[in-house]
């Protein structure tokens, strides 16, 4: 009988339970270091597993994951709001380290997702950076707000502004710092530089956008489709209908990457006034009866859609063969 593992993953411990035959093992528990790791590939090995599930929750889980993969063994990387979804579907309300463990085991072995396989070193390290400055860039754009609000009140000592004055001053300083790094390893990487020039092809993508967007498309596996990168990213659309008293309206998901959705709004409001495509595709939603919201979303939607296209393909990006043929019942 196959043996499936469930790992719980938390700041400072790693807990595993083995499922086989329907009988789950007792609960183990290793230390999130080196040791630790090194500990848990042991009984792995030992236990032979056909499949390593656990949950692409916070930042914890993804060295574990490459140093798994790494050592030879299968790891599946799973949504959290799927794994919601099958905890509630097993009438299961309580909830620790041990209880997850078993259900993610159980999970592995009952819907057998797809094995994880990690991107290399360099698209590691651009999505580590790339997120890195997103961080920062949220940082300066609080600073910015409450320098706003302390000019705004007479009463505000001077050193208060001059301090907040230094501070956003030190955060350019890092972001403009980082985004140099992630160029410098963009040079290292011809590939990546190459996708990275078919991204700024783009109207309202500069190089700011650019970085955001492909140090997130990079680490994801070729084989995804459209769909698939759309639920990604948040941006598919959930409808909620039931019978003939429940039809709300649609709405976008937002269970996907939010790095990749806020790196998407910009470029988006700048190709609606810039890309006469875009435009036009934006200006026939709105005209159809759509909000300005739901019509840029949409546009975000075909945008993302094209540039995972683009990286694909190698080939630069054109909204003329993107939105030439795309069907408005579909937006």
């Known amino acids: 009988m196959s043996v499936y593992a469930g790992l719980d993953i938390g700041a ?11 009988k789950p093992s007792k609960a183990k528990r290793y230390k ?5 790791h090194n500990a848990l590939i042991a009984q792995l090995k030992k236990s032979k597993p056909a499949l390593i599930v656990m949950e692409a929750t916070g930042i914890y889980y993804f060295d574990l994951a490459v140093t798994l993969a790494e050592a030879g063994l299968p790891v599946a990387v799973i949504n959290p709001k799927s794994f919601r979804h099958f905890a509630e579907l097993k009438l299961q309300t309580s909830k620790t380290d041990a209880i997850d ?19 290399d070193h360099h698209h590691q390290a ?33 050193l208060l502004i001059e301090d ?27 590939a990546l530089q190459r996708r990275y020039q078919h991204l700024l092809a ?3 993508i500069g190089e700011a956008s650019a970085l955001s967007i492909l140090a997130e498309l990079c680490v994801l596996p070729t084989s995804l489709k459209s769909g698939q990168i759309s639920r990604h990213a948040g941006l598919d659309v959930r409808q909620h209908q039931s019978g003939t008293s429940v039809n709300r309206p649609a709405r976008i998901s937002k ?20 890309d006469p495509h ?54």
């Open 255 to 274: 269970a996907g990457n939010v790095y990749l959705r806020s790196a998407l709004y910009m470029p988006a409001l700048s190709a609606v006034r810039y």
């Open 202 to 204: 783009a109207k309202g």
């Open 32 to 36: 999130q270091t080196s040791d630790g």
């Open 12 to 22: 400072y411990s790693v807990d595993l339970v083995t499922r086989q035959a329907d």
């Open 164 to 190: 907040e004055q230094d501070g956003i001053a030190m955060l350019e300083r890092r972001i403009d710092r980082l985004r140099q790094a992630a160029l410098d390893l963009l040079a290292e990487a011809p």
């Open 101 to 119: 463990s078993e259900l993610l085991a159980e999970y592995g072995q009952r819907m057998a997702p797809a094995p994880w396989t990690p991107p």
């Open 278 to 331: 875009a435009k036009a595709f934006y200006e026939a939603l709105v005209a159809r009866g759509k909000k300005k919201i739901q019509a840029l979303v949409a546009v975000m939607r075909k945008y993302l859609t094209g540039l995972w296209a683009c990286l694909k393909t190698d080939t630069p990006f054109d909204s003329a063969r993107l939105f030439q043929t795309a069907g408005l019942q579909n937006a």
């Open 126 to 158: 651009l999505r580590s950076l790339g997120r890195q400055i997103n961080r920062l860039v949220g940082c300066r754009a609080q600073a910015k707000n409450r320098l706003h609000a302390l000019k705004a009140t007479r009463s505000t000592p001077g």
